[in-house]
Each structure stands twice: as structure tokens, then as C-alpha cells.
């Protein structure tokens, strides 16, 4: 069965930082591409950030390039999301996902496989 499982979220002020996991089971790691959305209340789910199978290339949603680093571990079969200087619009549930693409992937519809995901909240 797989699951990807995401952890980190919580509430923090304008500014700080945060740092999500999410750890994968019952896939072969290293031959997906994994990717992060992200979902405000009231609004459609939106893209990230991407990375590649070796985690040699990534790619990124303007508004957190410069903010955000996306990076894995394939030995622990875990994806990161390093948030920094985060602002009140990047509140929202944040999911993993895994893509069977070989292309890094910026469209929901290209995942093979979705967490629940982690909230983070930043107030002002």
C-alpha cells in the first residue's frame, strides 16, 4: 500500500521558518519525481515545487523562489519542503506527491499518488 505521509506544519508568525517531511512507503522512491501543492482555504490547489529522481534539479512557483528549498533524502525515502521568510499568503495545506513522469511535473493531473497533507498557518 502506498502512503506518503507529510509532517511539519503548524503556526507561525510572518518571517519565520518551517521545514515539512513527507516520508514514502510502498514505492520506489528513487523512480518518482515528487513535487509539493499547496491549497488555501477558498482557493484551487496550486503548485510548489518539483524535484527530479536524483534531486539534482528543481523547480519552483514564483512567488517562493528564493524562500523555499525542495530537496530528498532516497535513502529515507523522505522529500523536504525548507520554507523560510514565510508570509501570511503561504498559509495553506500543504500535500506531497509522487509522479511517474520522468518530466518535473508542475500539473496536479501528472501525480501518481497524493498525502493528506500538513497545515501551515503564518500570521502577520
Known amino acids: 500500500q502506498v502512503q506518503l505521509v507529510e509532517s511539519g506544519g503548524g503556526l507561525v508568525q510572518a518571517g519565520e521558518s518551517l521545514r515539512l517531511s513527507c516520508a514514502a512507503r510502498g514505492i520506489t522512491f528513487n523512480t518518482y519525481v515528487m513535487a509539493w501543492f499547496r491549497q488555501a482555504p477558498g482557493k484551487e490547489r496550486e503548485f510548489v515545487a518539483v524535484i527530479n529522481r536524483n534531486g539534482g534539479v528543481t523547480d519552483y512557483v514564483d512567488p517562493v523562489k528564493g524562500r523555499f528549498t525542495i530537496s530528498r533524502d532516497n535513502a529515507k525515502n523522505t522529500m523536504y519542503l525548507q520554507m523560510n521568510i514565510l508570509k501570511p499568503s503561504d498559509t495553506a495545506n500543504y500535500s506531497c506527491?509522487?509522479?511517474?513522469?520522468?518530466?518535473?511535473?508542475?500539473?496536479?493531473?501528472?501525480?501518481?499518488?497524493w498525502g493528506k497533507g500538513t497545515l501551515v498557518t503564518v500570521n502577520s
Open positions: 506527491a509522487a509522479s511517474r513522469s520522468p518530466l518535473l511535473a508542475r500539473n496536479a493531473n501528472l501525480m501518481s499518488y
